[in-house]
T-cell receptor, first 113, second 114 residues
């Protein structure tokens, strides 16, 4: 089954404690991205990757890092989480250009206290 | 600056009637538009898309209309069913930029009443 898997689904952490949210896709997609969803703001792109070792900033990259060492994995790293990073996070992948549909993971609800 | 806007945060419709969800955009370079549906505790799923060379695309009960001069698109659901109750996001992309990036709207929560 084609899918994007994120872990964990829920996470409560404290300010400053480094964390990683993993994302893996089994569709051999080249393009992967991370979004955060906040009330009244919709989905905003954090980072994206067009292929292995190729990553770039989205609209809200501050406080986040990513890496793309393998095609299937695209982890999101919060080196020093802060309360304003409390949000619902989605990883997505797609096969090619903007005219191809994206497949989303089920989301990770992060709370930073 | 919100380049893609969904001005109605919520919409309620009776089962069997038409649901019309609207989306406005400001960037005239956008050339591809998509609608995604999101149920609680799930990720968004693709619903329907339209290229800027068309003004209408239909898929079963779902039709998307694009008015380029007004920079407006709409999603029509006919007939609406209770299972359509979800949050709907429109998204736009500028293929010529080469970044393959979507810009999403803020979403409209549709509630279909039985």
């Amino acid at each position: 089954e084609a899918q994007v898997t994120q872990n964990p689904r829920y996470l409560i952490t404290v300010t400053g404690k480094k964390l990683t949210v993993t994302c893996s896709q089994n569709m051999n997609h080249e393009y992967m991205s991370w979004y955060r969803q906040d009330p009244g703001l919709g989905l905003r792109q954090i980072y994206y990757s067009m292929n292995v070792e190729v990553t770039d900033k989205g609209d809200v990259p501050e406080g986040y890092k990513v890496s793309r060492k393998e095609k299937r994995n695209f982890p999101l790293i919060l080196e020093s989480p802060s309360p304003n990073q409390t949000s619902l996070y989605f990883c997505a992948s797609r096969s090619g250009g903007a005219d191809t549909e994206a497949f989303f993971g089920q989301g990770t609800r992060l709370t930073v206290v | 600056d919100q380049q893609v806007k969904q001005n109605s945060p919520s919409l309620s419709v009776q089962e069997g009637r038409i649901s019309i969800l609207n989306c406005d955009y400001t960037n005239s370079m956008f050339d591809y538009f998509l609608w995604y549906k999101k149920y609680p505790a799930e990720g968004p799923t693709f619903l329907i898309s339209i290229s800027s060379i068309k003004d209408k695309n239909e898929d079963g009960r779902f039709t998307v209309f694009l008015n380029k001069s007004a920079k407006h698109l709409s999603l029509h659901i006919v007939p609406s069913q209770p299972g359509d109750s979800a949050v709907y996001f429109c998204a736009a992309s500028e293929g010529s930029s080469g970044t393959y990036k979507y810009i999403f709207g803020t979403g409209t929560r549709l509630k279909v009443l039985a």
